[in-house]
């Protein structure tokens, strides 16, 4: 079962949406009693890096998801979610993130092209994993996004796409993954990843 955790800045709808459409096992909560009965996590976003981690840090939902991590349960943040996952972003000031991966998110330069970055790009795969099964090098995705994250930790970096800089599009480490894409709007490769992941995290309980 995987738990959507609602800390009141997700794309909640699209993304239970496409879990319905895969017949994927969910529930959304922001209580940590009632999370902590999933066996994996989705941390969508959208808005502010700093206003969401203030949400995290308010509700200790932070703190939550740093134990659920320690105890092996997969994570998969989305969009502003996988920035979330990473040191620090410069989003209307220096914020700290949760530090689970280790990277800053910095602004997209305006180099004659429009920021945000919004719309399809293709995916250009830097290493194998699990979680790309089935989705194709130079598959397209859904972009909506204004920052991007830099200075990743090697071999964390799985896909990329090219926006004036590169982007990091699938992030992973251990079993916390990230895109920066929405995957539940981004089509066949899209619904992959999200299926990849619950089948992830099936493989983990039944171990």
Same mark, same amino acid.
């Given at each position: 079962?995987?738990?959507i955790?609602?800390?009141?800045?997700?794309?909640?709808?699209?993304?239970?949406?496409?879990?319905?459409?895969?017949?994927?096992?969910?529930?959304?909560?922001?209580d940590?009693?009632?999370?902590?009965?999933?066996?994996?996590?989705?941390?969508?976003?959208?808005?502010?890096?700093?206003?969401?981690?203030?949400?995290?840090?308010?509700t200790?939902?932070?703190?939550f998801?740093?134990?659920?991590?320690?105890?092996? /349960?997969?994570?998969?943040?989305?969009?502003?979610?996988? *920035?979330?996952?990473? #040191? +620090?972003?410069?989003?209307? @000031?220096?914020? !700290?993130?949760?530090?689970?991966?280790?990277?800053?998110?910095?602004?997209?330069p305006?180099?004659?092209? /429009?920021v945000?970055?919004?719309?399809?790009?293709?995916? *250009?795969?830097?290493? #194998? +994993?699990?979680?790309?099964? @089935?989705?194709? !090098?130079?598959?397209?995705?859904?972009?909506?996004?204004?920052?991007?994250?830099?200075?990743?930790?090697?071999?964390?970096?799985?896909?990329?796409?090219?926006?004036?800089?590169?982007?990091?599009?699938?992030?992973?480490?251990?079993?916390?993954?990230?895109?920066?894409?929405?995957?539940?709007?981004?089509?066949?490769?899209?619904?992959?990843?999200?299926?990849?992941?619950?089948?992830?995290?099936?493989?983990?309980?039944?171990?």
């Amino acid at each position: 079962m995987i738990g959507i955790i609602d800390y009141g800045m997700g794309n909640i709808f699209s993304v239970r949406k496409a879990m319905e459409r895969m017949d994927v096992p969910y529930f959304v909560s922001s209580d940590q009693a009632e999370l902590e009965g999933a066996d994996s996590y989705l941390l969508p976003g959208v808005g502010s890096f700093k206003d969401a981690m203030d949400h995290l840090r308010m509700t200790r939902l932070d703190e939550f998801i740093h134990q659920m991590v320690k105890k092996g /349960k997969p994570l998969l943040g989305i969009c502003l979610g996988m *920035q979330l996952l990473f #040191e +620090s972003s410069e989003e209307n @000031g220096f914020s !700290n993130g949760l530090s689970l991966l280790r990277g800053t998110c910095r602004r997209i330069p305006e180099s004659g092209l /429009k920021v945000p970055h919004m719309g399809w790009n293709s995916l *250009q795969f830097q290493k #194998e +994993s699990p979680i790309l099964a @089935g989705v194709e !090098n130079k598959d397209f995705a859904y972009f909506v996004h204004s920052y991007y994250v830099e200075n990743l930790e090697e071999g964390t970096l799985l896909a990329k796409a090219s926006y004036g800089v590169d982007v990091p599009a699938v992030v992973g480490k251990n079993l916390v993954y990230g895109t920066q894409f929405h995957p539940e709007k981004s089509s066949h490769a899209g619904l992959q990843i999200l299926k990849n992941f619950a089948a992830l995290a099936e493989k983990r309980v039944n171990a």
